[in-house]
C-alpha cells in the first residue's frame, strides 16, 4: 500500500425533498445552474460532462457525480472534497423552490488515507457532529452506525435522518467499492501520450475496450464519459429513470474503482449488472452495499460475485430510519486475505 | 413591387444559433442543409433539462468560432416528432447534418467532442 496517493473511496450523499403541492413538475431541476456550480465550488469539484432525460439530470464532476431529480439529490464525491459543505446551500436552494427536505442518508467506505481529509471529514464522529449541527430539526428520526466486517480496511458508514420513520417503498441502492485491481485490467484507465484524443473521445473509447458499455444490456441506455489526463475515469449511466456510475482510480498501490446503480422489483438484472462490473476490473476486494434491497436481491448479488471465484467473508445489516435496511457484504478473491 | 414572399434562400446564420418556431421552418432549414455544402449541427434541447441548458452559452461561442456552420436549435417538445425521427432518447444531442443527411452525433455535453467533430465536418 502506498503512504500517500489519491484517495478512491466516495463520499454519498443523497437529499429527498417533497413539496406542498402534489405534482411536483420538474422540481429541483429547476435549480439554475450557476446555483449548482456555487454548491459545486463549496465541496471544490467542477462539471467535466453531463446528460439528461426526462427523468432526471446527471453530472460528471471532476470528483464523481451529481443526479438531479424532481425530487432528490445525489452527490457521490471522491478525494479530499469537503462534500458534507453541500447540505446547508442544497437545501436552503431548494427552500426557494419550495421544497423542503425529508430525508438524507450519508454514507460512506473506509478511506485508504484517513489522514488526509479536511475537516468535517477527519473521523465519521466528526462528520455526525456536522450533520447533525447542519439539518433541520423536523428531520427527527436519525441513526448514525458503521457496519463492521471481517477487514479491518473496509466498514461501511451509515448517517440516515428521515421526518418519517419508514421509506415509502423507495427501489434500491448498490454501492460496490473494488480495491486492489488487476492491474493489466486497470492500464486500460490510462490515456496514452499524444493519443490525439480528447477526454470525451478517451472515455467513450475506454467505455467500450474495457467492457463497461455492455454492463447495462438495454439498448436504451446512455452512457456519460470521461477519461481523466493522464490516468482516471469516470462514467454515468442513465436507462429511464434509473441512474448507474463507475469512477475508477487506476493507480497501483491505492487503485480503486466503484460502481453504483439503482434497482426495483422490476429489474432482475441488478446481480447480472454486478457481476459485469466485477468482471471488468478483478479485484483483490470488493464490498457492497445495498440500502432498501430485499433479502433475495442481496443472495442473488453473493451468488453473483461467488461465481466469480470470490470468497464472501462477511454479510452484517442495520436498519435506518427512513432508509431501510442496509446490507453490507464483503468479498476477497480466494488466494487474497488483507486485513 | 408586390410584397411576394420567398422562402427563404439559404443563408448565412454568421455567427447566430436559429431557433425553429415551426414545422415549415424546420423543412425549410432541410432543405438547405440538402441543396448546399454547408454542415449544420442541430441542437436537441430542452429548457427543463440542466445539461442542456448548460450548454447553451458553448453553443453560441462555437458558432462564433464556425460562421460557415449553420446552427440550429429544436426543442424536443415543441417538435417530439422531429426529436422522434432523430431517435433523440438522451439530452442535449448534436445531430450533424451534411446535405441533409446525419454524419455524426454527439450526446451529452461534450465540448471538446463536439469542436472536434465540427472542425472534421466543416470542409
Redesign the interface.
Same mark, same amino acid.
Given at each position: 500500500m502506498a503512504v500517500s496517493g489519491f484517495e478512491g473511496f466516495e463520499k454519498r450523499l443523497e437529499l429527498q425533498f417533497s413539496g406542498r403541492d402534489p405534482v411536483i413538475g420538474i422540481g429541483l431541476r429547476e435549480l439554475d445552474f450557476k446555483s449548482l456550480e456555487q454548491v459545486l465550488h463549496q465541496v471544490q469539484c467542477t462539471v467535466v460532462s453531463a446528460l439528461g432525460n426526462q427523468h432526471f439530470d446527471s453530472y460528471v464532476l471532476s470528483e464523481s457525480s451529481l443526479f438531479v431529480y424532481p425530487n432528490k439529490i445525489i452527490i457521490k464525491t471522491c478525494g479530499t472534497t469537503q462534500l458534507l459543505k453541500s447540505v446547508q446551500p442544497f437545501i436552503n436552494h431548494a427552500r426557494t423552490l419550495n421544497l423542503r427536505i425529508v430525508a438524507l442518508r450519508y454514507t460512506r467506505g473506509s478511506f485508504i488515507f484517513p489522514e488526509a481529509q479536511p475537516h468535517p471529514h477527519t473521523s465519521f464522529h466528526e462528520e455526525v457532529v456536522y450533520l447533525e449541527d447542519n439539518i433541520p430539526e423536523h428531520l427527527c428520526y436519525r441513526k448514525a452506525s458503521v457496519i463492521p466486517s471481517k477487514l479491518t480496511s473496509h466498514s461501511w458508514h451509515v448517517f440516515s435522518a428521515g421526518a418519517v420513520e419508514y421509506p415509502d417503498g423507495v427501489p434500491y441502492t448498490v454501492e460496490m467499492c473494488m480495491t486492489d485491481l488487476d492491474q493489466t485490467l486497470a492500464r486500460k484507465f490510462f490515456r496514452h501520450p499524444n493519443d490525439g484524443k480528447n477526454g470525451d473521445s478517451a472515455g467513450r473509447e475506454m467505455t467500450e475496450l474495457t467492457g463497461i458499455s455492455r454492463i447495462n444490456i438495454n439498448p436504451n441506455a446512455h452512457i456519460c464519459d470521461f477519461a481523466f489526463d493522464p490516468c482516471g475515469y469516470s462514467m454515468n449511466g442513465i436507462d429511464g429513470d434509473r441512474y448507474s456510475t463507475i469512477h475508477v482510480t487506476p493507480e497501483h498501490g491505492f487503485s480503486y474503482a466503484s460502481f453504483e446503480c439503482v434497482g426495483s422489483v422490476y429489474n432482475a438484472d441488478i446481480a447480472d449488472m454486478v457481476k459485469k462490473a466485477v468482471k471488468v476490473f478483478c479485484p483483490g476486494t470488493v464490498s457492497v452495499a445495498t440500502t432498501n434491497a430485499s433479502d433475495d436481491m442481496c443472495m442473488r448479488i453473493k451468488g453473483a460475485v461467488e461465481q466469480l471465484g470470490m470468497k464472501c467473508r462477511s454479510w452484517s445489516m442495520d436498519e435506518f430510519p427512513a432508509a431501510g435496511t442496509v446490507v453490507f457484504q464483503t468479498f476477497t478473491t480466494r488466494r487474497n486475505i488483507r486485513t | 413591387m408586390g410584397g411576394q414572399f420567398s422562402s427563404p434562400s439559404p443563408q448565412t446564420f454568421g455567427g447566430k444559433v436559429v431557433t425553429v418556431k415551426s414545422k415549415e421552418d424546420w423543412e425549410t432549414q432541410l432543405q438547405n442543409s440538402k441543396t448546399s455544402n454547408k454542415l449544420m449541427v442541430i441542437d436537441f434541447s430542452?429548457s427543463?433539462? !440542466?445539461?442542456?441548458?448548460?450548454m447553451d452559452p458553448v453553443v453560441q461561442d462555437l458558432a462564433n468560432e464556425f460562421p460557415d456552420v449553420d446552427f440550429i436549435k429544436i426543442d424536443i417538445d415543441d417538435f417530439k416528432d422531429v426529436a422522434d425521427t432523430f431517435e433523440v432518447?438522451?439530452?442535449?444531442t448534436f445531430v450533424l447534418l451534411k446535405k441533409g443527411k446525419e454524419r455524426e452525433r454527439v450526446? !451529452?455535453?461534450?465540448?471538446?467532442?463536439l469542436h472536434?467533430v465540427i472542425e472534421k465536418l466543416r470542409s
Open positions: - | 430542452a427543463w433539462c !440542466g445539461p442542456s441548458l448548460f432518447k438522451a439530452i442535449p450526446v !451529452g455535453v461534450k465540448k471538446d467532442e472536434r
